[in-house]
């Protein structure tokens, strides 16, 4: 039987009470209000980010936070661990039937702690793996000389070809037959593009590397049966859980029943201790969410929004690299408008559009410079936007971008963001009652 979430009034012994907050932290709450208002006041364009459901944000705020419970369901280091044995499991089998995986781990805190227990499973310190190169789109936990994964392995990146600006598969081969990597990685923070899972696999066949793909960006897609999966073809898989999936800010993987014991223990006891069961419980009710038919709709709208907001963008001069897009991102080049990503992401946030500037494949300019920016479609495909709202939006973005300033008083500013607000009080997140 169903049970009901506790009146209001009980609310404070099950979970969150948002007036029990206001009387202890004003200003903490006050936090929570005027982020709330920022959410809803603007356009939210960051590729990585999305709008989670009142039930995932509630599983976060409930007394599971209070557990310890090192260990996996069934052999935990600590007592009074039946309850969350029980919403762990729940995660564990729901991950697993989502993604037609054989085995799951829902206890990384988050894409890069999945990413370290990768490492920590299959190599050994001075050990090489092949990568893309963060430059190139990949991500920091890749190889990056900055991170854990660059400083105590030996990194080789790869990249895109400067034609296609797609994976440069070729120079993949290469590299992996030069070099003999133990791992070899699919996947990155600014692919727009699908990446060919069977060529990574039978490449790693034949060097001998374990396949590993770090979905974390796509991995919502996969879940909506939008774009092929991964997991037929890689050893592991690791994602987050907040991007397009539109769970919690947490990482969870998943692998083959041969990695199984090497992974669990990678994750725990070397890399981890306690879990966070409140957003374990978030995971499990975010894998129920996205195993819905409307979640595959919501999956197949995130892609055609961003196709299409990619080609109006094209069609105003904005060039999106690769020529367009097959995901829920787009990495626009602003070489060609003479403006740069810091810039532009400065100009964008006075007019209320929220999006990050990003490195475009062999970028002349520093990171913090940059000469693109990097918009996706997670949330506004969220707020329901379809793709008309794409192409008022992709005017948005160009007129702020070449015409606006960073100042918030400047007229073109304040003239988009009036359209921003009027498409954002069409199109509302989290809408009142
Ligand atoms: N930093 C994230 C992104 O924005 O893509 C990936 O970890």
Not at 77 to 89: F, I, L, N
Not at 99 to 105: D, K, L, M, S
Not at 313 to 332: A, F, I, K, Q, Y
């Amino acid at each position: 039987m169903t049970r009901e979430f506790p009146m209001p009034s009980d609310q404070t012994f099950y979970g969150s009470d948002f007036e029990a907050l206001q009387g202890v932290d004003p200003d903490v709450a006050e936090v929570l209000l005027t982020e709330l208002d920022r959410i809803r006041g603007g356009l939210q364009l960051i590729a990585s980010e999305n709008i989670s459901s009142p039930a995932v944000l509630t599983a976060l705020g409930s007394t599971l936070s209070n557990k310890y419970a090192e260990g996996y369901p069934g052999r935990r280091y600590y007592g009074g661990c039946s309850e969350v044995d029980k919403v762990e499991t729940l995660a564990i089998e729901r991950a697993k039937d989502l993604f037609g995986a054989e085995h799951a781990n829902v206890q990384p805190h988050s894409g890069a702690s999945a990413n370290q227990a990768v490492y920590g499973a299959f190599l050994k310190p001075g050990d090489t793996f092949l990568a893309m190169s963060l430059p190139m789109g990949g991500h920091l936990t890749h190889g990056s000389k900055v991170s854990f994964s660059g400083k105590w392995f030996n990194a080789i990146g790869y990249g895109v070809d400067k034609q296609t600006e797609d994976i440069d598969y070729d120079q993949v081969a290469e590299l992996a037959r030069e070099h003999r990597p133990k791992l070899i990685c699919a996947g990155g923070s600014a692919i727009p593009r699908l990446i060919d899972f069977e060529f990574f696999r039978n490449l790693a066949d034949e060097v001998g590397a374990i396949f590993w793909v770090d979905a974390a960006h796509f991995i919502g897609l996969v879940a909506g049966k939008a774009i092929p999966s991964p997991v037929p073809h890689a050893d592991v898989v690791t994602f987050t859980t907040h991007k397009v999936l539109r769970g919690p800010r947490s990482g969870a993987l998943v692998c083959t029943a041969e990695h199984a014991a090497a992974l669990d223990k990678a994750v725990f006891p070397m890399m981890q201790g306690g879990p966070q069961m409140h957003t374990i419980a978030a995971k499990a009710v975010n894998f129920k969410e996205a195993a819905t038919a409307e979640f595959a709709r919501y999956a197949a709208d995130v892609i055609a929004n961003s196709k299409q907001l990619a080609a109006s963008l094209l069609e105003l001069g904005v060039r999106p690299t690769t020529g367009g897009t097959d995901t829920h991102l787009s990495l626009l080049d602003l070489q060609g408008i003479g403006v740069t990503g810091r810039d532009a992401e400065a100009r964008a946030d006075a007019a209320g559009i929220v999006l990050n500037k990003n490195a475009i494949p062999f970028d002349p300019q520093k990171p913090n410079v940059a000469s693109g920016i990097r918009v996706g479609t997670p949330s506004v495909t969220t707020q329901g936007m379809g793709v008309e709202q794409m192409r008022q939006i992709a005017a948005l973005i160009a007129r702020a971008v070449t015409e606006g300033d960073a100042d918030p008083d400047h007229p073109v500013s304040k003239e988009v963001r009036a359209q921003v607000t009027d498409l954002v009080t069409r199109f509302p997140a989290y809408p009142r009652g």
